[in-house]
């Protein structure tokens, strides 16, 4: 079964800080795809990063950064010098076996002027 | 290109009534897809289609019906509303080839049952 583990529920953090979004996940599959998404307050959700089980470059982009580590199974997400607007619910999910995606409960991120 | 785009974006219904979520995408995606978002517990599945005529269950489908009769449209209908079911619902699309599968998220329709 799959299984996506978000174990932080709620991170506060002061502007400018660095923040990492933790993601744990379990799979049986030897091909998989992980996502990262983003639902600010509006309520919207914004990809971020979709990686592939075998692509274990890490990735930069801007301020955000992902490492992901097959052997721990996991797939953290790093924002640097966090800005306000930073604040929102963040998601990991991962695919397997198929079309179906499970997400994980989120993380409500809040960053302090 | 609009997108995926949902309608309404709020409705209030009472205990047993049936009503329809409207998904629709100009994007020629073939894989649509319901999610369900409740409080402290993510987006959870409840059905989907990889392609016109082909629909299959997801975690959650349980008191919803889904059909695709063309590309662009991926209806949800609620048979008989129960208040289990307030929650807001997503839909979603993306592409078939495995190097594009993102999906595409609509803007939500917040649901109330009472």
């Known amino acids: 079964a799959q299984k996506v583990t978000q174990a932080q529920t709620e991170i506060s953090v002061v502007e400018k800080e660095d923040v990492t979004l933790d993601c744990v996940y379990e799979?049986?599959?030897?091909?998989?795809?992980l996502f990262w998404y983003k639902q600010p307050p509006s309520g919207e959700l914004v990809f971020l990063i979709r990686?592939?089980?075998?692509?274990?470059q890490n990735e930069i982009s801007g301020r955000y950064s992902w490492n992901f580590q097959k052997s721990t199974s996991s797939f953290n997400f790093t924002i640097t010098a966090s800005q306000v607007v930073d604040s929102a619910v963040y998601f990991c999910?991962?695919?397997?076996?198929?079309?179906?995606?499970?997400f994980g409960a989120g993380t409500r991120l809040f960053v302090k002027a | 290109n609009a997108g995926v785009t949902q309608t309404p974006k709020f409705q209030v219904l009472k205990t047993g009534q049936s009503m329809t979520l409207q998904c629709a995408q100009d994007?020629?995606?073939?894989?649509m897809s319901w999610y369900r978002q409740d409080p402290g517990m993510g987006l959870r599945l409840i059905h989907y289609?990889?392609?016109?005529?082909?629909?299959d269950q997801g975690e959650v489908p349980n008191g919803y019906n889904v059909s695709r009769s063309t590309t662009e449209d991926f209806p949800l209908r609620l048979l008989s509303a129960a208040p289990s079911q307030t929650s807001v619902y997503f839909c979603?699309?993306?592409?078939?080839?495995?190097?594009?599968?993102?999906?595409?998220f609509g803007p939500g329709t917040r649901l109330l049952v009472l």
């Open positions: 979603a699309s993306s592409y078939r080839q495995w190097d594009q599968e993102t999906q595409y």
């Open positions: 799979t049986r599959d030897t091909t998989y795809y």
């Open positions: 990686r592939n089980s075998f692509d274990e």
């Open positions: 999910a991962l695919r397997a076996g198929g079309f179906k995606t499970i």
């Open positions: 994007m020629n995606h073939e894989y």
């Open positions: 289609s990889v392609g016109a005529g082909i629909t």
